[in-house]
């Protein structure tokens, strides 16, 4: 069997990085075990809204904490946070950025949910997730499965609770020209060049498959390909997606598997970012159906 540490350090990466994907892996047990704390559980039966925000804030204040006490990384930009956390003694440059509990409002339905982590060598949060070192997600379904890329194609690990590590499950993915899509929004905001986009998919054949989590819906690109979309829509024609803690690491994952990432005209992945908590339209999933849709949006 093959564990997450001895695939990384195989795969010639810096000692340090190695330690900082194991240590936010180590994680992912103790957010998991928090979904099934009372304090936060009973919320979720009790209250409105307010149960995805304590596990949300709870992932968060716990990542932030151990990963700013490792010292391997200078900043961390959360989608839980207003602004930048800076550690100013941190021996390493690593800069983090992360959405703690991605698809938080499902919690309550117990749906796939996930933390999706991009980080960067040095020179802050602030770039374009083109610079990304590595990214990471995990998806907590029926395993916790972790998958990762170093700029190395795609891996993807499973934690098993016995030996307490993570064993490699694949360690290539090759996203199909696959035919399903999954779009948030409302078809009364849609934009023409989104409602031809649905057209072209009605077209083909290709059948829904939206959870909710865009972590979760993602996952299944790698696996059977197809589109996941969060457009521009009339009344938000940025969408609805951050581009720095959702859109860049799933396209840099997404990309390093074969497929491809658009916001309709461009890669997020090639945006400067201008604000932390800046939105982008995202269509991400095989490369074939993005090179369509960007033709598509072209001709509007
Ligand atoms: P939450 O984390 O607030 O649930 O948002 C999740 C998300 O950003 C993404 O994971 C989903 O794909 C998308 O929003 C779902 O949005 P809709 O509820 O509008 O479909």
New binding site residues.
Partial sequence: MVYLQKYLEDCGCDPDLVQLIRLISRQMEPIRKAFLDNQFYEHTLNASGEVQAALDKWADAHLIKVIGESGYVREIASEEQEDIIRFENSRREYAMVMDP??????ISTNLAVGTIVGIYESGGVMQKGSNLKAACYTLFGPLTVLVVSVGKGVQSFAWDPKSEHYYLLKKSFDIPEGKIYGS??VYKDYIPAHEKVLSYFDEKGFKVRYS????A?CHQLLVYGGIYT?PALKKSPKG??RLLF?ANPLGYIITQAGGAITDGYQSPLDIQPEKVHQRTPIYIGSAGIIKKIEEIYREQ
């Fill in positions: 509990l991605d698809g938080s409002s499902l948030g929004g909710g989590s865009f972590v819906d969060y609805k997606l959702e």
